[in-house]
């Protein structure tokens, strides 16, 4: 069963710039969900969708957004990107119940 | 909020040996769901072991156990036999069972784990 993958691994933006983030979960879950991790912030989840749905989100400002496909991959998207907005952006992909969520290898985002 | 307490930044421990990794939590909810993340300098987050907070036996996967005390809303992690292969971030994570918590991961600030031979 292959796992979650994000593409892509590795980016390199500019302040201004916006930026789009992909994330295909395990075959049959249904949930992904988005986390932001910093060196000074930690681990930080931005926002989860269900069954092309956003069921939770977390205090992120509105230049985060994102969406799910019927096929449940989902994309996340950042506008105006800033300095601070430089992290490692992993997804969790879970069936959607209150049960294990599996990463991918994440996506490195440097803003410069 | 939930808050999830992870308080030894570092950790050394000698291969073969059993390490500890301390995790508190605070929570208001009556059902949740413990996790430890292992993430690697890759930075993967690598998914190690579960608890239920009405499981009524200590999770178990391998190496990795699970030292859930309820009533002190403590969840270490123990892993058995280091092996030099575990160095890593080890991360404890809270999931809520219901409302704006269900399906969201509040997570320590991670314990640094370094088996040495």
């Known amino acids: 069963k292959a796992g979650v993958t994000q593409t892509p691994r590795y980016l390199i933006k500019t302040r201004g710039q916006q930026v789009t983030l992909s994330c295909s979960p395990i075959s049959g879950h249904r949930s992904v969900s988005w986390y932001q991790q910093t060196p000074g912030q930690g681990l930080q989840f931005l926002f989860e969708?269900?069954?092309?749905?956003?069921?939770n989100k977390g205090n992120f400002p509105g230049r985060f957004s994102g969406r799910q496909f019927s096929n449940s991959r989902s994309e996340m998207n950042v506008s105006t990107l800033e300095l601070g907005d430089s992290a490692l952006y992993l997804c969790a992909s879970s069936s959607g119940q209150d049960n294990e969520q599996f990463f991918g290898p994440g996506t490195r985002l440097t803003v410069l | 909020a939930q808050k999830i307490t992870q308080t030894q930044p570092g950790m050394f421990v000698q291969e073969k040996e059993a390490v500890t990794l301390d995790c508190t939590y605070d929570?208001?909810?009556?059902?949740?769901?413990l996790f430890w993340y292992k993430q690697p300098s890759s930075g993967e987050m690598i998914f190690l072991i579960y608890q239920g907070s009405y499981d009524q036996q200590n999770a178990t996967e391998g190496r990795y156990s699970l030292n859930f005390q309820k009533a002190r809303k403590s969840a270490n992690l123990v892993i058995s036999a280091s092996q030099l292969g575990d160095s890593a971030m080890y991360f404890c994570?809270?999931?809520?069972?219901?409302?704006?918590?269900?399906?969201?991961?509040?997570f320590g600030r991670g314990t640094q784990l370094t088996v040495w031979p």
């Open positions: 969708y269900f069954s092309e749905t956003q069921r």
């Open positions: 994570a809270h999931q809520g069972g219901r409302g704006s918590t269900l399906g969201r991961l509040y």
């Open positions: 929570t208001s909810d009556p059902s949740y769901g």
